[in-house]
């Protein structure tokens, strides 16, 4: 079965960086369109992310210019290099996984696989 292992939560402080690693295993498919989604204490969850298979890649409006998407097609993984943190960047950010590209980078509907979700906290 297809899981999604993600890597690279933690605490850091407003301004440091982080990096997520998604490892894809159990499918030998290499394709697969990639995501990062994240949903902080009461809200719901939200689109930071996407990555085609040939690096296209889709970002929301706020991490923009801080955020970078990845992959490495060999490996079937993508990263998220996170720069500039602020606090407003705290949430348990999620890996998502489809075996085609949608249409709909932005929508968590158009991802079939998820990961359990590691948590970025940043403090002021």
């Known amino acids: 079965q297809v899981q999604l292992v993600e890597s690279g939560g933690g605490l850091v402080q407003a301004g440091n960086s982080l990096r997520l690693s998604c490892a894809v295993s159990?499918?030998?498919?290499?394709?697969?369109?990639m995501a990062w989604f994240r949903q902080a204490p009461g809200k719901e969850r939200e689109f930071v992310a996407a990555?085609?298979?040939?690096?296209?890649?889709y970002y929301e409006d706020s991490v923009k210019g801080r955020f970078t998407i990845s992959r490495d097609n060999a490996k079937i993984s993508a990263f998220l290099q996170m720069n500039s943190l602020t606090p407003e960047d705290t949430a348990v950010y999620y890996c998502?996984?489809?075996?085609?590209?949608?249409?709909?980078?932005?929508?968590?509907?158009?991802?079939?696989?998820w990961g359990q979700g590691t948590q970025v906290t940043v403090s002021s």
């Open positions: 998502a996984a489809n075996p085609t590209y949608s249409g709909n980078p932005y929508s968590a509907g158009a991802f079939q696989y």
């Open positions: 159990g499918s030998t498919i290499r394709t697969y369109f």
């Open positions: 990555i085609r298979y040939n690096g296209y890649p």
